[in-house]
């Protein structure tokens, strides 16, 4: 079921919320401003929505840092910014034009992993990236900040879980490759087909059981130096820009 959560990213703080106010590329579906703001922070909140023809909502401030959903850094406001190509992936799954390329995240926490990813992936036109809502830090303004405003106009593709995400995914007939160092394929000499999901776990734990059980095939970046793994925000660099130079003409 979707959610507002799947419409917008929603951005706390004063001044992300006024950055994302004065983007004239930006549009803000609403602020939620706590009823206890007061003075000039306040005022000059209330103007840069006003300038903007933006709705300013007044809730209490427990409120809006539920919404919000982060209690210490808030500081009493968040603006909905409107995400354009974010949507439910089974409505991407079912659409006219499902995504050929599918990126999904399993576990990835560090705001700036996923941020990085939502920016690269994007500029190797990646069709889809899957961002549950749960087990995967949320597109926050640590996130935004990490992917340079891309978050905000990535192809974001929202589930419940990064199981769901590989069930439905199977089901639509994607085969998932999952990155793994040991896998004896290198994902430069793998088969990949037109239509795709990766996979990528957490640097932790890697791939999760749950996840792992829909992945179709392994495939490794061959490692030279001693070096045993990649961030894994520059793995998703590598595989995405692969994805990019075997099937170019799609984007």
């Known amino acids: 079921m979707a959610s507002p959560k799947d419409r917008f990213v929603t951005v706390y703080g004063r001044k992300p919320v006024l950055e994302a106010l004065g983007d004239a590329t930006l549009q803000v579906d609403k602020v939620v401003l706590a009823d206890t703001a007061r003075g000039p922070a306040a005022r000059e909140i209330l103007d840069a929505a006003s300038e903007r023809g933006v ?16 209690g210490k850094q808030d500081q009493g406001v ?8 974010m949507k439910l992936l089974s409505d991407a799954l079912s659409g006219p034009r499902p995504p050929r390329g599918v990126l999904l995240l399993d576990g990835i926490t ?19 990236i899957v961002v549950p ?18 978050a905000f106009h990535a192809p974001v ?12 995914l199977r089901s639509a007939g994607y085969p998932i490759f999952g990155l793994a160092a040991d896998a004896p394929t290198s994902l430069f000499s793998a088969d990949l087909p037109s239509r795709v999901a990766f996979v990528l776990g957490s640097e932790t734990a890697g791939v999760s059981e749950d996840v792992a ?16 793994s990649l961030n894994v925000a520059s793995a998703a660099a590598v595989l995405c820009f692969e994805h990019l130079r075997r099937d170019p003409a799609t984007y």
């Not at 968040?78 to 190509?85: K, N, S, T, Y």
């Not at 560090?110 to 889809?128: D, E, F, K």
């Not at 809502?133 to 891309?150: F, Q, T, W, Y």
């Not at 059980?213 to 045993?228: L, N, Q």
């Open 55 to 70: 709705e300013v909502q007044r809730a209490s401030a427990h409120r809006v840092k539920v919404l919000a959903g982060n």
């Open 78 to 85: 968040l603006a909905d910014v409107v995400a354009p190509r």
């Open 133 to 150: 809502r749960r087990g995967v830090a949320s597109i926050d303004p640590l996130v935004v900040k990490a992917s340079a405003g891309v």
């Open 213 to 228: 059980a829909h992945v179709t095939s392994w495939v490794s970046i061959p490692m030279r130096g001693g070096v045993e």
């Open 110 to 128: 560090t705001p700036a992993n996923v941020g990085m990813i939502l920016r690269t992936a994007t500029a190797a036109g990646m069709g889809g």
């Open 157 to 168: 593709l929202r589930c419940g879980t990064a199981a769901e995400a590989a069930s439905e």
